[in-house]
């Protein structure tokens, strides 16, 4: 069994929200989407000891084909879809194996329990099959949804079942990442991130610019977004200028970024509704970039020279007040909050090289955390107690891991290409980051442990991503 299981806890019906895509690449929050509806279904038991299932080895899940009924075409490939992504959200997390879908092609699909090839799938080495029956109403479906139990003392019996409304043929796979995270939590007590989103900035649609002050401008890029997985690539900017450092607030709706959109660096704030952008720290003169929002979204730390030095300033979005809260010799950048908001980690060449510091978010008992050579940039705190960072030089950078407990630093990446600007997901058990393995930058997710590397973008050069809460 995967060493990030934790115990089995209470199932409980499940429901699916709708994700609606705009034309308009600024307006992407539906505010008359339908609310979700959950109803309740078979439950024959709601707690159940997967460790005697395989005798303390991984749980084997298979996902079959979903039955569909009355023959709608479109219900039935979306169906397909669904299943196919359900399998692949549920492979991501590594709390299962799951058994190929191919593997299992041959065996139809079953209806209800009852009527499962039970044989059939033990022969195929499943402990628990997910089969869902797909019912189509207007403009939508509804999922008839199990957890069967095929192996054992148990088998045939539920382990759980509920009924999921408001999936849509347009996009089905909205209602299979809401049933993996909803089957992840049941099941493992894990918070999955099939719902979350990646930001990053983007090359592929850039024009010609001139006269930037930065050697990498000569072309423009806009900040985009993504499902975790790499898919619904889109842009939510078009400001034909540098658009960089992208970073989502708590509420998964709302980023901020770093633009040259006039000239020089500022922050941006885009609440992805279609509603103007605001530059709550503007200053004329000054450069303001690297954003980032504290955990309750109610301040946004960034880095300034309006003081004459690269410092962290801090802006509180309630009061709309400013706070320095590092004025030393040097330049200070990249901030990032502890998951407590009690913290900041940020760098720092004020010991003449670059390097990690961490601080109370008040400025004070600034502490260097790096002390071998080499350049670090750009931290990320994660909520399972480490700090993900890129660090090296030439001819390329890694990403580390430091430990916040013992202090102990690792690499996960394998030194192929340069790699930059990790990014932690809400769970903390991944890292989206910059690389250039297969030539040009693309985004890239690893395991915290330095496993399951999985590439995300391939078109353009793509940077700086940012990885969002479930919305």
């Given at each position: 069994m995967s060493k990030f299981t934790t115990p089995l806890v209470a199932v409980a019906a499940l429901v699916c929200t709708t994700l609606v895509v705009f034309e308009n690449p600024s307006a992407l929050i539906d505010a008359a989407a339908r609310p979700p509806v959950m109803l309740s279904g078979d439950q024959q038991q709601s707690v159940l000891e997967?460790?005697?299932?395989?005798?303390?080895?991984?749980?084997?899940?298979?996902?079959?084909?979903f039955a569909v009924e009355g023959g709608d075409k479109a219900v039935a490939d979306a169906a397909r879809t669904l299943a196919e992504v359900l399998w692949a959200d549920l492979d991501f997390e590594k709390e299962f194996y799951?058994?190929?879908?191919?593997?299992?092609a041959s065996i139809p699909p079953a209806p209800t329990?009852?009527?499962?090839?039970?044989?059939?799938?033990?022969?195929?080495?499943?402990d628990l099959v997910i089969m869902a029956t797909a019912r189509p109403g207007a403009n939508e479906f509804q999922l008839d949804l199990r957890v069967v139990i095929v192996r054992?003392?148990?088998?045939?019996?539920?382990?759980?079942?509920?009924?999921?409304?408001?999936?849509?043929?347009?996009?089905?796979?909205?209602?299979?990442?809401f049933i993996a995270d909803e089957l992840h939590k049941r099941i493992r007590g894990l918070d999955g991130v099939a719902q979350t989103r990646l930001a990053?900035?983007?090359?592929?649609?850039?024009?010609?610019?001139?006269?930037?002050?930065?050697?990498?401008?000569?072309?423009?890029?806009?900040?985009?977004?993504?499902?975790?997985?790499?898919?619904?690539?889109?842009?939510v900017t078009a400001n034909r200028t540098l658009s960089l450092h992208p970073t989502w607030a708590p509420d998964g709706r709302t980023l901020a970024y770093t633009s040259w959109l006039d000239g020089f660096e500022d922050v941006y704030i885009n609440t992805l509704d279609g509603k103007p952008f605001t530059r709550p720290v503007r200053q004329p003169g000054s450069a303001n970039w690297t954003p980032a929002f504290s955990p309750d979204g109610t301040k946004i730390a960034f880095s300034s020279n309006r003081s004459g030095d690269r410092d962290i300033w801090v802006y509180n979005?309630?009061?709309?007040?400013?706070?320095?809260?590092?004025?030393?010799?040097?330049?200070?950048?990249?901030p990032t909050w502890s998951p407590?908001?009690?913290?900041?980690?940020?760098?720092?060449?004020?010991?003449?090289s670059n390097h990690l510091y961490i601080m109370n978010a008040d400025g004070t008992a600034a502490n260097r955390i790096t002390h071998t050579g080499g350049d670090h940039d750009r931290p990320t705190w994660s909520p399972l107690g480490f700090i993900a960072f890129n660090s090296g030089g030439h001819p390329g950078h890694n990403i580390t891991v430091y430990k916040l407990d013992t202090g102990q630093t690792t690499i996960i990446t394998d030194g192929i290409g340069d790699n930059?600007?990790?990014?932690?997901?809400?769970?903390?058990?991944?890292?989206?980051?910059?690389?250039?393995?297969?030539?040009?930058?693309?985004?890239?997710?690893?395991?915290?442990?330095?496993?399951?590397?999985?590439?995300?973008?391939?078109?353009?050069t793509n940077t700086s991503p940012s990885w969002s809460r479930s919305p």
């Open positions: 997967l460790d005697a299932y395989g005798k303390g080895k991984t749980t084997r899940v298979a996902v079959q084909d799951l058994i190929p879908r191919k593997s299992h329990p009852e009527a499962l090839p039970f044989d059939q799938w033990t022969q195929a080495g499943a054992g003392d148990k088998r045939g019996q539920v382990l759980h079942g509920s009924t999921v409304q408001h999936c849509t043929t347009r996009n089905p796979r909205a209602c299979a990442h990053f900035a983007s090359d592929r649609d850039s024009v010609r610019m001139s006269q930037r002050r930065l050697a990498d401008s000569n072309t423009s890029r806009e900040i985009y977004i993504s499902d975790y997985d790499g898919f619904n690539q889109r842009a979005r309630t009061t709309r007040q400013l706070r320095n809260i590092t004025n030393t010799p040097g330049a200070d950048s990249a407590d908001g009690l913290k900041i980690a940020f760098t720092s060449d004020r010991s003449g930059a600007s990790p990014a932690i997901a809400p769970n903390g058990r991944h890292v989206a980051f910059a690389t250039t393995r297969w030539g040009r930058w693309q985004i890239a997710i690893i395991s915290y442990d330095g496993q399951y590397l999985r590439q995300i973008t391939r078109e353009g």
